[in-house]
């Protein structure tokens, strides 16, 4: 199954096998994301869906808005512009 169009529940249950606590770190969660990349889960070209990633995990925004600005500056996602960000 998949969330709106983004990433299948079942690699996301992978990556975060239980919900986080609310202050749980960018760097945690940019740790995540980025092993679940680099594993081919999900695929180049997958749409990553922050508010998907907040909602299931029950994260801070903001830490995984950092967590999703690293991941670009690693050049490991893009974003387009009014779309969304993407596996690289």
Do not use: C
Not at 22 to 44: A, C, W
């Amino acid at each position: 199954m998949r969330s709106r169009d983004g990433i299948p529940d079942k690699v996301l249950e992978e990556i975060f096998p239980k919900k986080l606590s609310r202050s749980q770190s960018s760097d945690e969660v940019y740790t995540r994301l980025k092993k679940m990349i680099l594993f081919g889960k999900p695929k180049k070209g997958q749409k990553l869906i922050q508010e998907e990633v907040v909602q299931r995990f029950n994260l801070n925004k903001a830490a995984v808005t950092v967590a999703f600005s690293r991941l670009r500056k690693e050049k490991l996602t893009v974003t387009k512009r009014r779309i969304g960000s993407f596996v690289a």
